[in-house]
């Protein structure tokens, strides 16, 4: 696609459920990056996938957060039993090869996360 | 690890007027980047200007320009002849030039344009 886009764009939960959030990268970017937003913060660094190698999930806050990227293309953020403070916005990001590229992400929109 | 600092949460500046915002950071590399991106009410981080460590001179878009000051850790942004379009918010962030992938982002400066 022209560029980074995700779904859905809002979405209000109850606490204790799962969610999923979608993101399709830009056609041809092998690396994609997941951050979170929250109120009146940066951006915090999630998780990162480069390809098919083995996903750097250093920046997960808990076991409740899980990602997968099926086929090189789109990936999936997972959030189970949701709690208040994982109220957010959640962006994703993709790029070109990362050690090729001079570090330029291309975000998409992001996914509101709100949950009572 | 590397931290961004951002020391103005809010700026202020009135339309046609020159502004700048404040980023300094913590490394020990010496090869690197650094960015500036500007995020709108719509949520998409937009990049305004990008600058190698390596690079003495300082980088400029159009309207924006950045002075770097490598020993001191400071990459601070300009916007010359402010417009309405230029209110969002900005982060100033870095990433490793050899090491590491991930953006590292300052918890951002929120600018308002006064006509």
């Known amino acids: 696609g022209a560029g980074v886009s995700q779904s859905p764009s809002n979405k209000v939960t109850e606490k204790g459920k799962d969610v999923e959030l979608r993101c399709d990268p830009i056609?041809?970017?092998?690396?994609l990056y997941w951050y979170r937003q929250s109120l009146g913060q940066g951006l915090e660094f999630l998780i990162y996938?480069?390809?098919?190698?083995?996903?750097?999930k250093s920046g997960l806050p808990s076991d409740r957060f899980s990602a997968e990227r099926t086929g090189g293309s789109v990936s999936t953020l997972t959030i189970q039993r949701t709690q208040q403070e994982d109220s957010a916005v959640y962006l994703c990001?993709?790029?070109?090869?990362?050690?090729?590229?001079?570090?330029?992400?291309?975000f998409g929109e992001g996914s509101r996360l709100t949950v009572l | 690890a590397q931290t961004v600092t951002q020391s103005q949460p809010e700026m202020s500046v009135q339309e046609a007027e020159t502004v700048t915002l404040s980023c300094t950071y913590d490394?020990?590399?010496?090869?690197?980047?650094l960015f500036w991106y500007k995020q709108p009410p719509s949520r998409q981080m937009i990049l305004v200007i990008r600058?190698?460590?390596?690079?003495?001179q300082n980088a400029t878009e159009n309207r924006f320009s950045v002075n770097f000051q490598k020993a001191a850790k400071s990459f601070s942004l300009k916007i010359s002849d402010s417009q309405l379009g230029d209110a969002a918010m900005y982060f100033c962030?870095?990433?490793?030039?050899?090491?590491?992938?991930?953006?590292?982002f300052g918890k951002g400066t929120s600018l308002l344009v006064t006509p």
């Open positions: 990001a993709s790029s070109r090869r990362s050690h090729t590229n001079t570090g330029e992400l291309f």
């Open positions: 056609s041809g970017h092998t690396a």
């Open positions: 996938f480069q390809g098919n190698s083995a996903p750097d």
């Open positions: 490394t020990s590399e010496s090869d690197y980047y």
């Open positions: 600058q190698e460590a390596y690079k003495q």
């Open positions: 962030a870095y990433r490793n030039s050899n090491s590491g992938y991930a953006l590292n």
